[in-house]
């Protein structure tokens, strides 16, 4: 399994990082999210979730207005 955040189209709104603190950041310098421990493939952040913290990133992707936290 693994989080997948487009984050070029994320809009800033901060529910993930309220919401997941432990996973998620607001970057002071652009507003948008950070999925912290993440690393860039392609123009997707990625992150290799462990089993225990799968359903907190199926919560937050819930979250996202505008669906750019992905699941796979
Ligand atoms: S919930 Fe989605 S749109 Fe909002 S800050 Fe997080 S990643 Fe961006």
Redesign the pocket.
Known sequence: MIVK?D?K?????????DFSPSF?E?NNTDG??D?LNSHLKGDIYQYKPLSFEVDEFKQ?AE???????IIE
Not at 9 to 14: D, L, T
Not at 63 to 69: F, H, Q, R, T, Y
């Open positions: 955040q984050r189209k994320c809009i800033g709104c901060g529910y993930c990082a998620w607001m948008k999210a999925l937050t979250l996202c207005p505008v669906k750019v936290i």
